[in-house]
C-alpha cells in the first residue's frame, strides 16, 4: 500500500508542470527569447544540482564500504541512465523547441504532436528520479530521509514550472486554442507521476541496488540537460542569460538539498 505522503510527494513536479502551462490563460503574447532562455537555464541549474546532490551523492554514500572503489555504482549506473536516454531518443520521433527537423526515425506525425513528445521523452528521467528516492525513502534502509526526497520533488516542480509555460505558451502562439494548449501542457509532464509511481512499485528490485539506480536517474536527467536544454539556452542571442538562470538554479537546487535533507 502506497502511502498518502509518497502519492502526495510524486504529484508535486506534476503540479508544478500544471501550473507552468496555466499560464497561457494569464500572458497574452508568445515567449521572448530572452525568457525562453532564462527559463531553460533555470531548468537546467536545478537539473544538474538534483543530479548531484540527491542521486550520485548518495549513491557513492551508500556505496563507502567499498572504500577507493565506492564511486564504481554510480559510475555504472550514470552511464546506463546514459544510454538508456540514448535509446529513447533515438526510437521516439520527437522535435525539440526553436527547430524544423525532428529527431529520431521517420514519421508523420504532426509537428505540435511531436514537440510534446521531446518534452515527454525528458520527463520520463524526472519521474524516474523522484521515484527512485521516494522507494528508497519507505523502504527505510537506503538512508534516504523524508526530507531528501522532498527536496528533490520540490526542485524538480520548481524547474517544471517554466517548462509548463514554454510548451503551453508557443502552442497557443502557433495557433492551438488555449484550453487545448494548457491541456498539451499538462499531459506532457503526466508521465512523471506515472513513471514514479510504477517506480516505487518496483522498489522490491530497487531497493537492493539502490546506488545503480539513483546514479542511472542521475545520468538520464544529465542526458536531457546537456543534449538538449544547454543548446537550447547556449543558441543565439541572450547565452548569457542562461548561464546566470542555470546558476540560480543550481544554487537554489543545491541549498533545498542541504537544507531538507
Same mark, same amino acid.
Given at each position: 500500500?502506497?502511502?498518502?505522503?509518497?502519492?502526495?510527494?510524486?504529484?508535486?513536479?506534476?503540479?508544478?508542470?500544471?501550473?507552468?502551462?496555466?499560464?497561457?490563460?494569464?500572458?497574452?503574447?508568445?515567449?521572448?527569447?530572452?525568457?525562453?532562455?532564462?527559463?531553460?537555464?533555470?531548468?537546467?541549474?536545478?537539473?544538474?544540482?538534483?543530479?548531484?546532490?540527491?542521486?550520485? #551523492?548518495?549513491?557513492?554514500?551508500?556505496?563507502?564500504?567499498?572504500?577507493?572503489?565506492?564511486?564504481?555504482?554510480?559510475?555504472?549506473?550514470?552511464?546506463?541512465?546514459?544510454?538508456?536516454?540514448? &535509446?529513447?531518443?533515438?526510437? #521516439?520521433?520527437?522535435?525539440?523547441?526553436?527547430?524544423?527537423?525532428?529527431?529520431?526515425?521517420?514519421?508523420?506525425?504532426?509537428?505540435?504532436?511531436?514537440?510534446?513528445?521531446?518534452?515527454?521523452?525528458?520527463?520520463?528521467?524526472?519521474?524516474?528520479?523522484?521515484?527512485?528516492?521516494?522507494?528508497?525513502?519507505?523502504?527505510?534502509?537506503?538512508?534516504?530521509?523524508?526530507?531528501?526526497?522532498?527536496?528533490?520533488?520540490?526542485?524538480?516542480?520548481?524547474?517544471?514550472?517554466?517548462?509548463?509555460?514554454?510548451?503551453?505558451?508557443?502552442?497557443?502562439?502557433?495557433?492551438?486554442?488555449?484550453?487545448?494548449?494548457?491541456?498539451?501542457?499538462?499531459?506532457?509532464?503526466?508521465?512523471?507521476?506515472?513513471?514514479?509511481?510504477?517506480?516505487?512499485?518496483?522498489?522490491?528490485? #530497487?531497493?537492493?541496488?539502490?546506488?545503480?539506480?539513483?546514479?542511472?536517474?542521475?545520468?538520464?536527467?544529465?542526458?536531457?540537460?546537456?543534449?538538449?536544454?544547454?543548446?537550447?539556452?547556449?543558441?543565439?542571442?541572450?547565452?548569457?542569460?542562461?548561464?546566470?538562470?542555470?546558476?540560480?538554479? &543550481?544554487?537554489?537546487?543545491?541549498?533545498?538539498?542541504?537544507?531538507?535533507?
Amino acid at each position: 500500500m502506497i502511502s498518502k505522503e509518497v502519492i502526495i510527494g510524486l504529484l508535486i513536479p506534476f503540479i508544478g508542470t500544471a501550473g507552468g502551462s496555466m499560464m497561457v490563460y494569464f500572458m497574452k503574447e508568445q515567449l521572448s527569447d530572452k525568457l525562453q532562455k532564462s527559463l531553460t537555464g533555470f531548468a537546467s541549474g536545478v537539473m544538474t544540482a538534483a543530479s548531484i546532490w540527491s542521486l550520485l #551523492i548518495p549513491a557513492m554514500e551508500q556505496s563507502s564500504s567499498m572504500g577507493k572503489v565506492s564511486f564504481l555504482p554510480a559510475a555504472v549506473g550514470f552511464w546506463i541512465g546514459i544510454f538508456f536516454l540514448l &535509446f529513447l531518443d533515438t526510437v #521516439i520521433p520527437h522535435l525539440h523547441m526553436n527547430t524544423d527537423e525532428p529527431e529520431g526515425p521517420a514519421s508523420t506525425l504532426h509537428k505540435t504532436t511531436m514537440m510534446l513528445l521531446a518534452v515527454t521523452l525528458h520527463n520520463i528521467p524526472e519521474g524516474m528520479a523522484v521515484g527512485v528516492v521516494f522507494a528508497g525513502y519507505v523502504s527505510g534502509s537506503a538512508e534516504i530521509t523524508a526530507g531528501g526526497a522532498l527536496a528533490l520533488a520540490l526542485g524538480i516542480a520548481i524547474q517544471n514550472f517554466p517548462e509548463g509555460a514554454i510548451i503551453s505558451m508557443p502552442l497557443h502562439a502557433q495557433g492551438t486554442g488555449k484550453h487545448r494548449a494548457f491541456f498539451d501542457g499538462v499531459l506532457s509532464g503526466a508521465v512523471e507521476p506515472i513513471f514514479g509511481l510504477l517506480t516505487v512499485f518496483a522498489s522490491s528490485i #530497487i531497493v537492493p541496488i539502490m546506488p545503480y539506480t539513483l546514479a542511472f536517474a542521475a545520468g538520464a536527467m544529465m542526458y536531457v540537460v546537456v543534449e538538449e536544454l544547454i543548446p537550447e539556452m547556449s543558441t543565439g542571442h541572450h547565452s548569457n542569460i542562461g548561464v546566470i538562470m542555470f546558476s540560480l538554479g &543550481f544554487t537554489l537546487m543545491m541549498a533545498l538539498d542541504v537544507a531538507l535533507g
